[in-house]
């Protein structure tokens, strides 16, 4: 994994504001199930020097509040680790 040296200001897939982005060319695992910090990640396949690869955008769940049924408590927990 890595960060993107040209990274977006907001998400290309969904347009809100993200925490961070990652890119990966090999073996990833998702889970967000009780995820205390993230509440979304988007995906984005891109092409970087010919390699297919995949952007990650994590959300917190402040972050995706907007278009999502985040508890107020994880969104609560999530702003007093910030």
Same mark, same amino acid.
């Given at each position: 994994m890595r960060v993107p040296a040209d990274a977006p200001t907001t998400c290309p897939v969904c347009e809100h504001a993200y925490e961070s982005v990652? $890119?990966?060319e090999t073996? $990833?695992?998702i889970n967000l199930i009780e995820n205390m910090r993230f509440q979304r990640v988007c995906f984005e396949p891109v092409l970087e020097s010919n390699t297919s690869m995949i952007r990650f955008y994590h959300h917190t769940h402040t972050q995706a509040s907007g278009d999502t049924h985040a508890?107020?408590?994880?969104a609560a927990a999530i702003q007093a680790d910030e």
């Open positions: 990652s $890119l990966h073996g $990833l695992m508890s107020d408590a994880a």
